[in-house]
């Protein structure tokens, strides 16, 4: 009874330990099947990362390559950042200074001047001496419809007044004439070279407006206000009839006659020249500079 027992003990202690193998066997094939299969995909995997092979990227299209170009070009150019520039050093440049003269002693500098803009015909209509101040003295008196004689700054013309005496006394052609190149005086100058050359001698023109009664009050102003004057005086067209008076003459026409001094000497001119020297003291007016107070 006992060995039987023994016996039956040793049988299943054979049949656990076998059991017991062949589930180690088992574990260990799985094992190595899965070990040999993760070395195969790595295999994989490292074969195809391999550095020594090209990488072939698929071709860009042109199409895509010019829209590309396209977009970079539509970029705003203050989007780029330049490096500043050094500053280039200051270049003077050496522009002559004006010298203005003393007004006593302007005269030989102002025809100077003015020789840039006249022929020698024309400059010749011009007096010598003291020009400047009779510049002055005339417009000023112009201003106020008076005529400045003694004053004036041009020489008077050599050829006489004449009028016609047919059915009525009229004005003759010839008598207009003479004063044409006196028009052509400011006909011939650009009025803003013209307005240039008073700026850079208005302070003779301003001294010399002071002198006569004028210390808070700048030339300019009266300057625009004798060109008003002329602005304002009528063209008359067509024959002009005069009345004889001993040996002058007055206009027959009321309306005229009672005219200021100088608007009747501006008809005398004739309609052709009125409208010239309206013209070119227009566009001379237009370029002055604002009247300002005199500095003390």
């Known amino acids: 009874m006992m060995s039987e027992t023994n016996q039956t003990t040793t049988t299943k202690r054979t049949f656990y330990s076998l059991a017991l193998?062949?589930?180690?066997?088992?574990?260990?094939?799985?094992?190595?099947?899965?070990?040999?299969?993760?070395?195969?995909?790595?295999?994989?995997?490292?074969?195809?990362?391999?550095?020594?092979?090209?990488?072939?990227?698929?071709?860009?299209?042109?199409?895509?390559?010019?829209?590309?170009?396209d977009e970079s070009n539509s970029l705003p150019e203050y989007?780029?950042?330049?490096?500043?520039?050094?500053?280039?050093?200051n270049?003077?440049?050496?522009?002559?200074?004006?010298?203005?003269?003393?007004?006593?002693?302007?005269?030989?500098?102002?025809?100077?001047?003015?020789?840039e803009f006249y022929t020698p015909q024309l400059l010749n209509l011009i007096v010598n001496d003291d020009i400047v101040r009779r510049v002055v003295?005339?417009?000023?008196?112009?201003?106020?419809?008076?005529?400045?004689?003694?004053?004036?700054?041009?020489?008077?013309?050599?050829?006489?007044?004449?009028a016609?005496?047919?059915?009525?006394l009229t004005i003759s052609p010839q008598s207009y004439q003479r004063y044409d190149p006196?028009?052509?005086?400011?006909?011939?100058?650009?009025?803003?070279?013209?307005?240039?050359?008073?700026?850079?001698?208005?302070?003779?023109?301003?001294?010399?407006?002071?002198?006569?009664?004028?210390p808070d009050k700048s030339f300019t102003g009266t300057m625009r206000e004798a060109i008003d004057l002329i602005l304002a005086t009528p063209v008359v067209t067509g024959n002009v009839p005069l009345i004889a008076?001993?040996?002058?003459y007055k206009f027959a026409y009321s309306e005229w006659e009672q005219l200021p001094a100088a608007q009747k000497q501006l008809l005398r001119m004739g309609p052709r020249n009125l409208k010239k020297l309206k013209a070119a003291l227009k566009l001379i007016k237009q370029?002055?500079?604002?009247?300002?107070?005199?500095?003390q």
Not at 91 to 114: F, H, M
Not at 187 to 210: C, H, M, T, W
């Open 91 to 115: 270049v003077s440049i050496d522009v002559p200074a004006i010298i203005i003269p003393p007004l006593d002693e302007s005269d030989i500098k102002i025809k100077q001047v003015l020789t």
């Open 21 to 69: 193998v062949a589930v180690l066997a088992v574990l260990i094939f799985a094992s190595v099947n899965l070990y040999l299969s993760m070395q195969q995909q790595a295999a994989q995997l490292t074969h195809s990362v391999a550095p020594n092979e090209a990488i072939i990227e698929p071709p860009v299209p042109e199409k895509q390559i010019v829209e590309n170009k």
């Open 164 to 168: 016609i005496e047919e059915d009525i």
């Open 182 to 214: 006196y028009v052509d005086l400011f006909v011939q100058i650009p009025p803003k070279q013209a307005v240039a050359l008073y700026q850079q001698y208005s302070v003779l023109f301003d001294e010399a407006y002071q002198e006569i009664g004028y």
């Open 79 to 89: 989007t780029k950042m330049e490096a500043p520039q050094a500053a280039e050093p």
């Open 137 to 162: 003295v005339f417009v000023d008196n112009l201003a106020q419809g008076k005529l400045a004689q003694k004053h004036t700054p041009f020489i008077k013309p050599l050829e006489p007044f004449t």
């Open 245 to 248: 008076q001993s040996v002058t």
């Open 287 to 295: 370029e002055l500079p604002p009247e300002q107070q005199v500095e």
